[in-house]
């Protein structure tokens, strides 16, 4: 029902986003001390959300093939941040302003969810 809304399939879109960010940039915290280890990061949601214009690919029945790996609707490829000499490019201070990126894009997708659903219950004459 809500996903013919666009502003509740963008914020779902954006909430995955946030989500898939997130275990990138746990991933580069937690390799942080680890030699050759290359930090990452995903594309922005912008960049991300407009590439994604393709709707998913419905399997009804088992012989359908399900959505391939290289389609646009898969998990983002990580993009690759700058090198060091030491060979890792974990900064921890960029990957806590990173992490706290991820958190204003999860709570502002709660936030849009959470006024949607009131408006949609004030508009059918329920109280939140």
Request: aromatic share 6%.
């Amino acid at each position: 029902m809500f996903e013919k809304i666009e502003m509740m399939r963008m914020a779902r879109a954006l909430g995955a986003h946030a989500s898939e960010r997130h275990l990138v940039v746990a991933r580069n915290v937690a390799n942080a001390d680890t030699p050759g280890f290359k930090a990452k990061d995903v594309a922005s949601f912008a960049d991300s959300y407009r590439s994604a214009a393709f709707s998913a690919m419905r399997t009804t029945d088992p012989r359908h093939l399900a959505t391939p790996e290289w389609s646009p609707l898969t998990r983002q490829t990580p993009v690759e941040t700058g090198v060091s000499p030491n060979g890792n490019s974990v900064a921890l201070e960029e990957e806590m302003l990173k992490a706290a990126e991820v958190k204003r894009g999860h709570d502002l997708s709660l936030g849009i969810y959470s006024s949607a659903l009131d408006l949609m219950r004030t508009s059918i004459g329920r109280r939140a």
